[in-house]
């Protein structure tokens, strides 16, 4: 066993990634660190005591050269006696039904197949190649987007089992090396090389210089990222034994909180009790919606002061309600004043009548996923035009149209677009800073909308209210 195989197999071991039985399925592109991945396991699966298969993906982005691709992993693993499976998933037919970022499509739809064939087949570990650069990556793009740099884990709960990242304390090179060495070759994507991808570019201009200051600085990054992650499930362990002990229930078995108790708490538990408290709200699976972290800071400064009474909207029909010292949630009985415009604040969800209505910049840590949503546009606009507004209509409304030379009238587009009068007034209607229309969600939306993000600044994203548990 050389030094890379060794290295490989302490950090399995130190981190408890595979144990004796354990059936595990690698997601392999034919790419070299997923090459190198699952030869890896196959040459250490009678020491490991683990069964092994391979997984591919073909997303139909490349037309024969993809497809290639599954060829070529199929037969590494006819030669190393590997079961294979493999799927193609119609990315560019997706994309066209749905819209939404190629990325995010090949991901879920990618992560899809993963899970059905480990439910079907009875593997228990998901393993992927994600070595010491990607995490370095991770941190970087984390950082850049004002996150905790936490990076990526090394194990995690996914649909159908645990993913496994063993690669997570070797680089590229080794990996290189080591199937150098078995005299294995691999394929290359030429998508990984287009700086049209935030990770890409990073990987070409940010990660080499760093590297060339200091080799170890990936490396530095796992074990920085390990250290941190460590923490941050204490901190969640410490919050959640604190929560049990504060929270109070409503008749209605819904969460109350002393104020002056919360605000006694180190702010490092007070941030993640927030979302503790979201979770226990909406049972903790199938939220109606994702929780930006502009949200969590909204509720976090409601429930840090006890001068006066306030309340804050909550998806799914909630509302926080703060009365003197004491914050509550309960059940929303009354709709949204349809006549009073409501400020649309950065990444948080705002409702309107039945509806969800989210905007933020393409590029923001949390924004939603594209799938499940009623409608997901995006849209370029000078900062002059912000803040956003819903509101109801107004008579004289105009909105300008892709394609038209100057605004219509609301009146008449609902009169072509055969809107029911009653609809009409229940529509939410998004204004710009300056009162003009700028889109009718659920009819239409104004000219500086697309359908497709093709270099668009912000995403807007409509979701019916959702039902809770």
């Known amino acids: ?4 195989e060794r290295k490989v197999m302490e950090n399995m071991e130190r981190r408890s990634l595979i144990e004796s039985g354990d059936r595990i399925l690698v997601a392999c592109s034919g790419g070299v660190d997923s090459v190198g991945l699952l030869l890896f396991l196959a040459m250490q699966r009678r020491v490991l005591g683990i069964e092994l298969a391979a997984v591919h993906v073909d997303h139909m982005l490349r037309g024969e050269e993809s497809e290639e691709d599954g060829v070529y992993v199929k037969e590494l693993c006819t030669r190393f006696e590997i079961p294979f499976y493999g799927g193609q998933v119609p990315v560019p037919e997706l994309k066209k039904q749905k819209g939404g970022n190629v990325q995010d499509i090949c991901r879920k739809e990618r992560y899809g197949y ?3 064939v480990m439910e079907e087949r009875g ?3 998901l393993a992927v190649a994600h070595h010491a650069e990607d995490q370095l990556e991770t941190v970087i793009m984390q950082l850049s987007k004002g996150s905790v740099p936490l990076g990526m884990r090394d194990a995690r709960a996914v ?3 645990v993913l496994i990242r063993p690669f997570m304390t070797v680089g590229k090179s080794e990996i290189r090396s080591f199937i150098e060495k078995l005299g294995v070759v691999h394929r290359e994507d030429p998508s990984n090389a287009s700086d049209a991808y935030t990770r890409n570019y990073l990987r070409h201009h940010a990660v080499p210089p760093i590297l ?8 530095n990054s796992v074990r920085m990222t390990e250290s941190l992650q460590e923490d941050d499930a204490l901190l969640k362990h410490m919050a959640n034994e604190m929560l049990a002990r504060m929270l109070s229930l409503t008749d209605e078995g819904l969460p109350s909180i002393e104020i002056k108790r919360f605000a006694s708490m180190h702010p490092a538990l007070q941030k993640r009790m927030i979302p503790l408290l979201l979770n226990y709200l909406y049972c903790g699976e199938n939220m109606p919606v994702e929780y930006s972290s502009a949200l969590v800071e909204q509720l976090l400064r409601q429930m840090q002061t006890d001068a006066g009474n306030a309340a804050l909207d909550l998806p799914g029909g909630f509302l926080c309600r703060r009365e003197y010292d004491v914050v509550r949630f309960e059940k929303s009985v009354e709709e949204p004043e349809p006549g ?4 649309l604040l950065k990444g948080v969800w705002t409702r309107w009548g039945e509806q969800y209505l989210y905007w933020n910049t393409v590029a923001a840590a949390d924004v939603p996923p594209s799938d499940g949503y009623e409608e997901r546009m995006y849209f370029m606009m000078p900062a002059t035009e912000f803040p956003l507004f819903v509101r109801a209509r107004k008579d004289g409304d105009r909105i300008w149209l892709k394609g038209m030379t100057e605004p219509k009238r609301l009146s008449r587009l609902f009169i072509d677009e055969k809107v029911a009068a009653r609809k009409r007034e229940m529509l939410p209607i998004i204004v710009t ?4 229309v700028c889109a009718v ?3 239409r939306y104004g000219k500086l909308f697309s359908r497709q993000a093709s270099g668009e600044e912000y995403v807007f994203i409509v979701k019916p209210v959702g039902k809770v548990c």
């Open 159 to 161: 649909p159908g089992g």
């Open 441 to 443: 969600p659920g009819i």
């Open 1 to 4: 066993m050389d030094k890379f």
């Open 340 to 343: 009073l415009p409501k400020e």
């Open 123 to 125: 593997y228990t570990k």
């Open 212 to 219: 060339q200051t200091n080799h170890m600085a990936a490396i």
């Open 433 to 436: 800073a300056a009162d003009e």
């Open 114 to 116: 993963f899970a059905k």
